[in-house]
């Protein structure tokens, strides 16, 4: 009996000892860093990082933007001079900066040449439209732009017609374009080729009543008269040149003109080629606020527009140059 329980704890004792050392064999190891991945991760597919740099340059439609908002800023009569000098140097710099680039781009061209023009420098202005057409020389919105720039920023008519109609030749199906080359024929008192013009834009009534307007502001007011009158044989509820004809009527009862007084021309021949402007006679009186601007419609002090010798109202078909596109 003796002997069983010594060799029970005995036989206790070398299980214990193996047990002991079996679990002290096993050891938690902990990696190195020795750069390799993680368990989990490809090793051949690195993690990389994208990185934005902060000196990239800007896109040119960026610079374009930029450009156009200081300028349009500059030309707020709000402005103070100090003011709008600082902006107009941002914006020649930020196209210089385009330029540098793109020297080829026709719009950051067109922006330059309509820097210059709110800046009232004429020769750098049309030296930047010149060039833009010359490098899109099939754009006819150069030839057209340039054209009111002339007209209401640099009261250059006669280089303002041929502006317009070289932009008309080039798109000879643009209504906007013949409407230009229209009025600017006669401002230019060339009614005949003026009415070929308007007439293919709008209605003859209103294509006479236009004229009509043009002739007034040109001091011919008998034949305004005859222009209004005609206006209403096209279409005799025409109101505007109802108005109008009152207006001009001097007291006492006056005979119908002859009907012939305005031809039209064929399309060959409207000629390029300006003529002198019969020398303008003194405003009377100022155009009425219902009446919009021809030519010329800057909003600044130093850009007047046309005005009537006597109030007229005005009609939808009238032009304005309220802004570039126009």
């Known amino acids: ?10 036989a206790g004792l070398l299980f214990s000892s193996l047990g002991c050392s079996h679990f002290r064999s096993k050891k938690t190891t902990i990696p190195s860093n020795t750069g390799e991945p993680p368990l989990g991760v490809n090793s051949a597919q690195p993690v990389e990082e994208k990185r934005v740099k902060d000196d990239a340059p800007m896109r040119i439609d960026t610079l374009l933007a ?24 941002q914006a020649r710099t930020i196209y210089a900066q385009a330029l540098q680039r793109e020297p ?50 640099f009261k250059d008519s006669d280089s303002a017609l041929k502006c317009f109609h070289t932009a008309t030749k080039l798109d000879p199906e643009n209504r906007k374009y013949r409407k230009s080359l229209g009025f600017s024929l006669a401002y230019a008192a060339r009614y005949e ?26 001091g011919q007011h008998e034949q305004a008269s005859q222009a209004y009158t005609l206006a209403l044989k096209a279409d005799p509820s025409h109101e ?58 800057q909003r600044d002090p130093g850009n007047p527009t046309f005005t009537s010798a006597r109030p007229i109202p005005a009609t939808p078909g009238m032009m304005t140059t309220s802004g570039w596109d126009r």
């Open 66 to 89: 930029l450009g156009s908002v200081r300028v349009q800023a500059a030309n707020d009569p709000k402005r103070t001079s100090s003011n709008r000098e600082e902006l107009l140097e």
């Open 193 to 218: 080729e003026s009415y070929a013009w308007l007439s293919r834009c709008m209605s003859p009534a209103e294509a006479h009543y236009n004229i009509g307007r043009m002739m007034d502001h040109n």
């Open 1 to 10: 009996m003796e002997g069983r329980w010594k060799r029970l704890i005995a």
């Open 240 to 297: 505007w040149s109802k108005m109008a004809l009152n207006n001009t009527q001097p007291t006492g009862e006056k005979s119908i003109p002859d009907a012939t007084v305005i031809q039209t021309v064929g399309y060959d021949q409207v000629s390029p080629l300006p003529v002198s402007r019969p020398q303008q006679q003194s405003r009377v009186s100022q155009m009425n606020r219902t009446e919009p601007q021809v030519f010329g419609s």
């Open 104 to 153: 080829q781009n026709v719009e950051v061209m067109l922006g330059m040449a309509r820097l210059y023009h709110v800046m009232r420098e004429k020769e750098k202005c049309l030296e930047w439209y010149q060039k833009a057409a010359k490098q899109a020389p099939n754009r006819a919105d150069t030839w057209h732009e340039m054209g009111f720039a002339l007209s209401a920023g």
